[in-house]
Nanobody, 114 residues
Framework: VQLQASGGGLVQPGGSLRLSCAAS????????MGWYRQAPGKQRELVAR???????DYADSVKGRFTLTRDNAKNTVYLQMNSLKPEDTAVYYC?????????WGQGTQVTVSS
């Protein structure tokens, strides 16, 4: 499985960004897809994830601001990030999980700063 992430960039506090992640390859056994992030000096943490046909799981820090959607036909997940805060600044990583392993996309930088 290969993951191609896009989106990210620099935005002012209160602004919005949208991240996309498309999976290719042996996608038929993918269950979870989602996003993690890693800020400087911190561990990688879950942002949001969704299983195939299941309910979404969000980090408490992003609930009500971020929305994760999944298009199974396109094997793509989208992370709409609204009301961004400086503490959302991090490298965001797309993630997919099948029965055998975790897969990671290349990181995309999100910087929230005035």
């Amino acid at each position: 499985v290969q993951l191609q992430a896009s989106g990210g960039g620099l935005v002012q506090p209160g602004g919005s960004l949208r991240l996309s992640c498309a999976a290719s390859g042996n996608v038929f056994n993918i269950n979870y897809m989602g996003w993690y992030r890693q800020a400087p000096g911190k561990q990688r943490e879950l942002v949001a994830r969704i299983p195939r046909g299941g309910t979404m799981d969000y980090a408490d820090s992003v609930k009500g601001r971020f929305t994760l959607t999944r298009d199974n036909a396109k094997n793509t997940v989208y992370l709409q990030m609204n009301s961004l805060k400086p503490e959302d600044t991090a490298v965001y990583y797309c993630n997919a999980v099948d029965r055998w392993q975790n897969y990671w996309g290349q990181g995309t930088q999100v910087t929230v700063s005035s």
